[in-house]
């Protein structure tokens, strides 16, 4: 294979050399720091996508769909014979591995690889598994078999992981009403697909612009927004408008009600609900906690009540400051802050306060360096590196995708990290993490290695320079690699329960902890220099920085429990028609009670809120995973956030398991601590005040 762009990139490195520094990156950095070679092959064959021959081209999909068909029908015979030789759990989790390793796949190349052909064949295949997926869900003598393994036991030798992991499988079952009589079961499978159309809907409707005659806009702002024809039009929230005009005309325009989104979301909630009692729940919110790290509705209200009560003199003192803020800067001695003003004064003390400027920060964090820091720090803590592995032809979906191998000092090989960093046309515009297989004993007692996919939408290396990161960049790197080492960390006996394969009010713990370290000053330091001289960042910007990232905290953490408490007011008391006439009069009477900001009339900020479809019932998991992140790192990792005994516990006794162990018994087991609302709520405000400490005294040095 030939290398055609080995001449040019040596010429550029000649350049940067004669320059005033000699480049001491290692070769991780190296790689990450220069735009990924681009190879004509002309003698070696393509092992195809990910190295699956199948995969060599487009119509692969086919092949792999018409395999785990068949192997699917094979695996329900083998569960429901009565010669059955392997334990059932075994059974299921082979039959949810060959699915999944077809249907993740083709979900991920589905959405990001930029040659229609496999778009359209990966998106087939998602279909075709669905389908799959849907006859099973109907199977009864294969449910039958499962529901007697999980409530008499099985007739192999189990340990209390397969039975965990057994309850799991039968849960899923359940939730398509394959329990219930016939009648019962269709009324729920409508009710999933009116509720998947409703969801679609509504988030369609989230997005789209505000669409007002020139005459329903006051003439006096009407210049702020774009015109077609006699309309004005509103695309979103002008939240850092220096013009606090725009900012209110904004708001006010662009989240006015709308009777098609409310419908929609009543609907959703209705039907939710419904769903949820036709499944023996009493509601949809004791539906969606079933199995999660918080266990059931009460103690999410209780913590949020907690932490809200803790919470609200400390936003308060936030909202006095920007209050003082605005007063300053209009002239008014009676101005107040609204809600529309929140995120233009965070950005304005930084600015004041920290003397921040913009982009001051971006030449100390190449992303060769980030990756760097990253590989110095995984190593400190478990012994692990990051390899930059040479790719086969054929096996990425675009020339700029970068592969980690994940190597253990002792352990060896652990697994593969696909890197697709940079933004190109068609890609999705968003940070995330794809499982393409997860790990699990295999019956030989070799382990299959997870492998996944990191996506960012960082800009493109230049051969001038490479691409630099803003500090929220470089926490989204770190968040997101942090799930991608939970995935590579784990080892478990079982796919169904690897790595992020856990309770989703704990899959973003090992995620937010990265950032954990992204913020600290002794993790940054061994990392943050200027990309061209070297040189490494000031202490003064170093502890700028860091502050930066906590300014008014408490409001933020209070914007997240208002969230939170409305996603389970509209899963539980508003479904049971405890709360408000419609979705509006429910937020006015939640924001009074969470928030320090009063509601604005005539305004349904609800009706643009899309989580509610993704994540109903389950907004709060933001907020718990960060509260045990944080306990996790000021029990561990504050004193010395390179601590390989703390690493390697945490491994053991977190990361490991996946979902194998319920994450509630999990967390308790390695904090040594019982998880009641009020320690959780004591520890995260623990946090706020610490870090409003240091902000204070920075800005009192800084004057």
């Not at 007692?445 to 490479?466: C, D, E, K, N, S």
């Not at 045990?628 to 977190?654: C, D, L, M, V």
Request: proline share 4%; net charge negative.
């Amino acid at each position: 294979m030939l290398q055609i762009s080995q001449s040019v990139k040596h010429a550029v490195l000649q350049r940067w050399r004669q320059g005033k520094f000699v480049s001491t990156w290692t070769p991780l950095a190296t790689a990450f720091n220069a735009p990924p070679a681009k190879r004509i092959n002309f003698t070696r064959d393509d092992v195809g996508l990910f190295r699956m021959q199948e995969l060599r081209s487009a119509e692969g999909f086919y092949l792999l769909r018409e395999n785990v068909e068949h192997s699917t029908q094979d695996l329900i015979a083998e569960a429901t014979s009565s010669q059955r030789q392997r334990k059932m759990v075994d059974i299921f989790d082979e039959l949810s591995d060959s699915l999944c390793k077809v249907a993740d796949l083709a979900e991920f190349v589905r959405i990001a690889h930029p040659k229609s052909k496999y778009m359209q064949a990966a998106e087939q295949a998602c279909i075709s598994i669905c389908g799959v997926v849907e006859s099973l869900n109907t199977h009864k003598p294969l449910y039958q078999a499962l529901s007697k393994v999980v409530h008499d036991g099985d007739l192999m030798p189990t340990t209390e992981v397969d039975r965990h992991v057994a309850r799991l499988f039968l849960f899923d079952f359940e939730q398509c009403g394959i329990h219930l009589p016939e009648e019962e079961r269709l009324r729920v499978v409508r009710l999933n697909d009116y509720i998947l159309q409703l969801g679609q809907k509504f988030m369609n409707g989230a997005v789209q612009p505000t669409v007002l005659p020139r005459a329903a806009v006051p003439e006096h702002i009407r210049h702020y927004f774009p015109t077609a024809g006699d309309n004005i039009i509103i695309t979103g929230l002008c939240t850092n408008a220096s013009n606090v005009q725009m900012r209110e005309a904004a708001y006010r325009l662009y989240l006015q009600p709308s009777d098609s989104q409310e419908d929609l979301l009543k609907d959703l909630l209705i039907c939710r609900n419904e769903l949820a009692r036709s499944c023996g729940f009493q509601t949809y919110a004791h539906r969606a906690l079933n199995g999660s790290t918080m266990e059931r509705p009460e103690l999410v209200r209780e913590f949020i009540d907690e932490l809200s009560e803790q919470l609200r003199p400390r936003a308060d003192s936030d909202f006095a400051l920007m209050t003082q803020m605005k007063r300053k800067e209009s002239g008014q001695a009676k101005a107040l802050v609204e809600i529309w003003d929140t995120p233009y004064f965070t950005t304005q003390l930084k600015r004041q306060s920290l003397e921040e400027q913009a982009n001051e920060f971006l030449p100390y964090f190449s992303l060769g360096g980030c990756m760097e820091g990253l590989d110095n720090l995984l190593h400190s803590l478990y012994g692990v590196r990051l390899q930059n592995a040479e790719m086969e032809p054929g096996e990425s979906w675009h020339s700029d995708i970068y592969k980690l191998a994940v190597v253990h000092e002792s352990e060896g090989l652990l697994g593969y990290i696909y890197c697709d960093f940079f933004e190109r046309s068609g890609k999705p515009n968003q940070d995330c993490h794809f499982t393409i297989q997860g790990g699990k004993r295999l019956p030989d007692g070799t382990y299959q290695l997870p492998i996944v996919v990191v996506m960012l939408g960082l800009a493109q290396p230049r051969w001038t320079g490479p691409t630099l990161l803003s500090p929220a960049r470089l926490d989204n790197l770190f968040h997101e690699m942090g799930h991608a080492m939970h995935s590579m960390l784990a080892r478990t006996e079982h796919q169904h329960v690897t790595g992020t394969r856990c309770a989703t009010d704990f899959a973003e713990v090992p995620s937010v902890l990265m950032e954990y370290f992204a913020s600290d000053p002794r993790v940054l330091r061994t990392f943050a220099r200027h990309f061209q001289t070297h040189k490494p960042i000031s202490e003064d910007m170093l502890q700028r920085l860091c502050a930066s990232k906590h300014l008014f905290a408490a409001s933020e953490t209070q914007l997240q429990v208002f969230y939170s408490a409305l996603d389970q007011v509209y899963h539980g008391d508003m479904a049971q028609g405890q709360h408000g006439a419609n979705t509006t009069e429910t937020l006015r009477a939640v924001q009074n009670r969470y928030y320090g900001l009063p509601y604005v009339e005539n305004t349904a900020w609800q009706l643009r809120f899309s989580h509610l479809v993704g994540y109903g019932a389950k907004y709060y998991a933001y907020l718990i995973s960060k509260t045990i992140a944080s306990w996790i790192w000021q029990t561990y990792f504050e004193a010395n956030p390179f601590n390989r005994q703390a690493g390697e516990k945490y491994r053991a006794e977190i990361l490991a398991h996946g979902g194998a162990v319920p994450s509630r018994q999990l967390v308790a087991n390695f904090l040594q601590r019982e998880m009641t609302p009020r320690i959780l709520a004591d520890s995260l405000i623990h946090e706020i005040d610490m870090d409003e400490s240091k902000i204070k005294q920075l800005i009192v040095s800084r004057n």
